[in-house]
């Protein structure tokens, strides 16, 4: 078995810092001229925020996506900044807007020929109870879910401890799961918020199972996967060639400053991956990597 590789946009956009920034259609390209099989698009400006986004751009993005080989991994909103984006917020006025944004990268996702949208529970807010953050977080999510499978979506849910506080572990991300009770929820996990809990991530892998739909890699500081960060990759990939991991291992690195070299991070983390995944399973890869 193959494990497919994707890259995530943040670090050739504008979230959560400004620059550096690329067009959509050139992130495209550059991430595919490497190597990777798929593209993990956040829904967020210059590249993918629905609002900004016609039939016309979606059928163009669609067109690239397809010119180069590259599948649309997953797909997942910007959670913070001016808007908010918080399913768990105090304010309905926030918790109605990203039910409908949401909604909204759901069918952006299916537009663009996607399947997997990812889900951050939001945060509970100084004043609100975590078991009242939790019910208006459960509440969005079923929402969100039954939206999604009338488009072919499944949600993932990713614990997200270092930035949030409401679904921060394997078992706050499987309690969810089973109290929304939907065929097209599954779960994910970050070896960077892995890190973070210091966990083990082939735990979460055995842990999770079968629901088991999407990973993240990422380093402590959001480095890259290598021999000398926190986790312990090659584990991590023998464990999903066990399981027969069908999803992505989409690389969410280098996003979080200005001082990167997006090309190069890309580039560096997929020979790596590669070549354990080449390891592993005794496969070659049928894209070529092109040097950027």
């Known amino acids: 078995m193959t494990l497919k590789i994707a890259f995530n946009t943040w670090v050739y956009s504008s979230f959560p810092v400004w620059v550096p920034s690329y067009p959509l259609t050139?992130?495209?390209?550059?991430?595919?001229?490497?190597?990777?099989?798929?593209?993990?698009?956040?829904?967020?400006?210059?590249?993918?925020?629905?609002?900004?986004?016609?039939r016309e751009r979606r059928h163009e993005i669609k067109t690239c996506l397809e010119?180069?080989?590259?599948?649309?991994?997953?797909?997942?909103?910007?959670?913070?900044?001016?808007?908010?984006?918080?399913?768990?917020?105090?304010?309905?006025?926030?918790?109605?807007?990203?039910?409908?944004?949401?909604?909204?990268?759901?069918?952006l996702c299916a537009d663009l020929g996607g399947s997997t949208v990812i889900y951050v529970a939001g945060w509970q807010i100084f004043g609100t109870s975590r078991q009242q953050a939790w019910e208006w977080s459960?509440?969005?999510?079923?929402?969100?879910?039954?939206?999604?499978?009338?488009?072919?979506?499944?949600?993932v849910i990713e614990p997200t401890s270092a930035d949030s506080n409401l679904v921060d572990s394997?078992?706050?991300?499987?309690?969810?799961?089973?109290?929304v009770d939907r065929s097209n929820v599954k779960l994910m996990f970050d070896t960077y918020h892995v890190i973070y809990r210091n966990e083990v991530s082939i735990d979460y892998i055995d842990r999770m199972g079968a629901d088991l739909h999407h990973v993240h890699l990422a380093d402590a500081n959001r480095a890259g996967p290598s021999d000398t960060g926190k986790a312990d990759?090659?584990?991590?990939?023998?464990?999903?060639?066990?399981?027969?991991?069908?999803?992505?291992?989409?690389?969410?690195?280098?996003?979080?400053?200005?001082?990167?070299?997006?090309?190069?991070?890309?580039?560096?983390?997929?020979?790596?991956?590669?070549?354990?995944?080449?390891?592993?399973n005794g496969e070659t890869h049928s894209k070529q990597s092109s040097p950027l």
Not at 38 to 54: C, M, Q, R, T, V
């Open 138 to 155: 459960r509440q969005a999510l079923e929402k969100i879910a039954d939206h999604g499978a009338s488009r072919g979506v499944t949600i």
């Open 26 to 54: 050139d992130t495209i390209e550059r991430i595919a001229a490497i190597g990777y099989d798929g593209i993990e698009i956040g829904a967020a400006s210059p590249h993918a925020y629905p609002d900004y986004l016609s």
């Open 170 to 179: 394997c078992d706050d991300a499987l309690q969810m799961k089973r109290e």
């Open 67 to 107: 010119a180069n080989a590259l599948a649309l991994a997953s797909m997942l909103p910007a959670p913070g900044g001016g808007p908010g984006f918080n399913s768990a917020s105090p304010l309905p006025e926030e918790r109605a807007n990203t039910l409908d944004q949401y909604c909204k990268v759901v069918d």
């Open 233 to 280: 990759y090659r584990g991590v990939i023998q464990a999903l060639s066990r399981q027969d991991f069908k999803g992505y291992l989409t690389m969410e690195i280098g996003f979080d400053r200005r001082n990167v070299e997006p090309d190069r991070i890309a580039r560096e983390a997929y020979a790596y991956i590669k070549a354990i995944t080449l390891d592993v």
